[in-house]
C-alpha cells in the first residue's frame, strides 16, 4: 500500500486559521458583554510603543532648545499681558498662547488687546464646535482682541492616553489647524508643508525623552531683569498652564496621560501645553512617526504565527514526550523577541507595528493545537499530526456510524418523548 504524504505546511495553515477565527471570536464576547468592559477598556488603552517611552526612551537626550513653556498659572488678564510684554521684549519668533478669551471682562482687557497686538507673532488657540460629533465652528477668542492665527487645542478622549492628535478640523470649506501647526506655519513655512503634504489627518506623536525634554519657566521669573530669558531669542515660547505658582504641589487640572510620564499616584499629570511642545519639537526634528495600515498588521502577525505552528506541528509529532515542556519557553522567548524588535524597528525607523494581534495569536496557537489535535483523534482523521495512528479507513467508517448513530437516537426520543 504507498505511504499517504501530508505537509506541515497545510497543516500549520490550518490551524493558523483556526487561531485568528478564535481570536475574533473571543474578540467579539470582550467586545459585545458588558462584564468584560473592564478588559475591553484595558485593551483599547494599552499600546506597546508606551513601553518603549516609559521603560526604554533614552534619558541623555538633550533639552530642545527651540521651544519654551512659560507657566501662567493663576494669572489674570492683566498678568498675562504684562508676560507678553516683557516676553516680546527678548524678540521671540513665535509666542503661541493656550488660551481662549472668549468674553470681554472689563477694563483689563484694553490692556490685553494692546499686549496681543505688541508684534505680529502671536498664535491663539481655539475650541471646535460640534453636533453629534460633526465640527460646525470653533469658538475663538472675542474680535475685540483683534483677529490672529487660531489653532484647534483638542486632546482625544478616548483612549485616554495621548497618542495621536488631529492636524486640523475641518468645516465647510474652513480649515483649523491645530495648535502646533499653526504656530510651526509662522515659524517656519517650510517645515510646515512638509508636515501638512502627509496625506494623514490623525499623526502619532514621537515624544521627546531626556529628564528635561523641554525648558520651563514660571511667570514669576519672567521679569527685565532675568539675562537668562535671551536663550528664547527668535525661538518658539508657548504660554499655557503648568500649575498655579512656582513651587506649587501638582495638580490635575489641564492634565492629560502620556505614554511618556508616569504618575506615582495614577492620574493624568502631563499637561496639555506640554504636549503641544512635544508636537512642535517633532515637527521642527522632522522625526515623525509612520503607522503601518491595520491589514499589514494582521499579516505580519499570520506570517510569525504560521512560521511558529510550522515549527510546533513537526515537534510535536516528532518530540511529543518533550513537547509541553519545550513549546511554553519557546513561545515566550518569541513573544519577547517579536516585542523587542519592533521597539527596535520603532527606535531606529520610526514605524510602529500594532503586535496586540501577533501577541494574542501566539498565546492562542498552542491552546488550538490541541484542540485540534484532539478532534482529529476524535473523529480518526489522518493528517500529519495522526499520522502516527495510522487509522484504517473501517475504523473511520465505524466512527462515523458511530456518530450518526448516536444523533438518530437522539432525534428519535425527542419525536417519541422518551
Known amino acids: 500500500m504507498k505511504q499517504r504524504k501530508y505537509s506541515i505546511f497545510f497543516e500549520a495553515l490550518r490551524i493558523n486559521i483556526f487561531t485568528f477565527l478564535t481570536f475574533v471570536f473571543l474578540w467579539a464576547i470582550i467586545d459585545s458583554i458588558d462584564l468584560f468592559n473592564p478588559f475591553d477598556e484595558f485593551i483599547d488603552n494599552f499600546d506597546f510603543t508606551d513601553l518603549y517611552y516609559s521603560e526604554f526612551l533614552n534619558d ?130 517650510d517645515l510646515f508643508l512638509k508636515f501638512a503634504q502627509r496625506k494623514n489627518k490623525t499623526e502619532l506623536i514621537n515624544y521627546r525623552g531626556g529628564k528635561m525634554p523641554f525648558i520651563i519657566f514660571d511667570y514669576e521669573e519672567i521679569n527685565d531683569t532675568n539675562t537668562n530669558l535671551s536663550i528664547i531669542e527668535d525661538k518658539i515660547v508657548l504660554l499655557g498652564y503648568v500649575r498655579m505658582f512656582a513651587g506649587a504641589p501638582a495638580d490635575t487640572l489641564d492634565s492629560h496621560f502620556s505614554p511618556l510620564k508616569k504618575s506615582e499616584y495614577g492620574y493624568a499629570d502631563v499637561k496639555g501645553i506640554e504636549i503641544h511642545a512635544h508636537i512642535i519639537s517633532m515637527i521642527l526634528s522632522q522625526d515623525y512617526i509612520d503607522q503601518l495600515p491595520v491589514w499589514l498588521n494582521f499579516l505580519i502577525a499570520f506570517i510569525i504565527v504560521q512560521l511558529f505552528l510550522m515549527w510546533l506541528v513537526y515537534y510535536y509529532v516528532n518530540g511529543a514526550k518533550l513537547f509541553d515542556i519545550i513549546s511554553k519557553p519557546v513561545q515566550f522567548i518569541l513573544i519577547v523577541l517579536t516585542l523587542w524588535i519592533t521597539f527596535l524597528i520603532f527606535s531606529k525607523w520610526g514605524i510602529k507595528i500594532d503586535m496586540i494581534p501577533t501577541v494574542l495569536a501566539l498565546i492562542l496557537c498552542i491552546e488550538v493545537l490541541y484542540l485540534y489535535e484532539e478532534t482529529l483523534e476524535l473523529f480518526k482523521i489522518n493528517t500529519y499530526l495522526t499520522k502516527n495512528f495510522n487509522y484504517t479507513k473501517d475504523e473511520r467508517i465505524k466512527v462515523f456510524r458511530s456518530i450518526a448513530k448516536f444523533e438518530f437516537l437522539k432525534r428519535k426520543s425527542k419525536r417519541t418523548g422518551q
Open 60 to 189: 541623555e537626550m538633550p533639552t530642545d532648545t527651540n521651544v519654551f513653556i512659560v507657566n501662567i498659572g493663576d494669572l489674570d488678564r492683566r498678568g498675562i499681558a504684562n508676560l507678553i510684554f516683557t516676553l516680546q521684549s527678548y524678540n521671540p519668533a513665535v509666542i503661541g498662547i493656550d488660551a481662549v478669551f472668549a468674553e470681554r471682562r472689563g477694563m483689563d482687557d484694553f490692556y490685553l488687546q494692546q499686549a496681543l497686538n505688541s508684534g505680529n507673532n502671536i498664535v491663539l488657540g481655539g475650541f471646535g464646535k460640534y453636533d453629534n460629533n460633526i465640527e460646525t465652528g470653533i469658538e475663538k477668542s472675542n474680535e475685540f482682541f483683534g483677529d490672529f492665527p487660531t489653532g484647534h487645542l483638542e486632546m482625544q478622549a478616548d483612549p485616554k492616553t495621548v497618542r495621536e492628535f488631529d492636524k486640523f478640523i475641518k468645516f465647510g470649506d474652513t480649515i483649523i489647524n491645530s495648535f502646533a501647526m499653526e504656530i510651526v506655519s509662522k515659524y517656519s513655512e
